[in-house]
């Protein structure tokens, strides 16, 4: 049964159009995190909650935003995707942030900028 | 950061054991290793994690060095469905940043 799961798994929006990806999980998990991965490469931390509480990675753009509005549900928002924003996201949840707690993926939304 | 380092690629025969090693030489004493892999397409699968000892689970067994630089992934009868990138990471203790390393290709021939 999906844990973590991710709609839609591939989406295509155009240049500078605002698009809304979400996550859902159900192991009722206190963190969530947002990444993005880009081809052959690993991914890359955009930004995570830990219950409300928002903490964002110095290096992500002012683009892309976030919202959980429940335990169960957090979305990322592309303001305005540029080409280069075309890549892999991939939703995590963990019951905490400790160094020892393993993170549980979803299958990630394929994002295409035409 | 403490880094991981990785071979990009490793080839290995179908139902023969296969060691995937790290290096993680910059390891502090709080530092856990975690190994997820990631088939194609798909969100990386959490494979395990230790911190001082040798762990095993269901899906393989992690051997780290005694001094912590290293460690190696085992898994002990290769299919063609652990065809995948398997990355090696540290999580600090205090902190909720997995710190990936490139990945290793791991193929499997019939």
Redesign the interface.
Same mark, same amino acid.
């Given at each position: 049964d999906a844990m973590?799961i991710q709609n839609p798994r591939y989406q295509v929006t155009q240049f500078g159009k605002p698009v809304t990806l979400s996550c859902s999980q159900t192991l009722n998990h206190n963190?969530m995190?947002w990444y993005q991965q880009k081809s052959s490469q !690993?991914?890359k /931390?955009l930004f995570?909650y %830990?219950d409300k509480d928002f903490?964002n990675e110095a290096d992500t753009p002012d683009n892309f935003q976030s919202r959980r509005p429940n335990t169960s549900f957090c979305f990322l928002d592309i303001r305005s995707p540029g080409l280069g924003d075309a890549a892999m996201y /991939?939703c !995590?949840t963990?019951a905490g942030?400790? +160094? *020892?707690h393993?993170? %549980?993926? *979803?299958? +990630?939304t394929r994002l295409t900028v035409t | 950061d403490a880094k991981t380092t990785q071979p990009n690629s490793m080839e290995s025969n179908e139902e023969e054991p296969v060691h995937l090693p790290c290096n993680h030489s910059t390891i502090s004493g709080t530092d856990y290793i975690h190994w997820y892999r990631q088939l194609p397409s798909q969100g990386p699968e959490y494979v395990i994690h230790g911190l001082t000892s040798n762990v095993n689970n269901r899906m393989a067994s992690l051997a780290i060095a005694e001094d912590r630089k290293s460690s190696t992934l085992i898994l002990h009868r290769a299919t063609l469905r652990d065809a995948a990138v398997y990355y090696c990471i540290l999580s600090m203790d205090s902190n909720y940043q997995l710190i990936w390393g490139a990945g290793t290709k791991l193929i499997i021939k019939p």
């Open positions: 973590v963190v995190y !690993a991914p /931390l995570h %830990y903490n /991939l !995590a963990s942030t400790s +160094g *020892g393993e993170q %549980y993926f *979803g299958p +990630g | -």
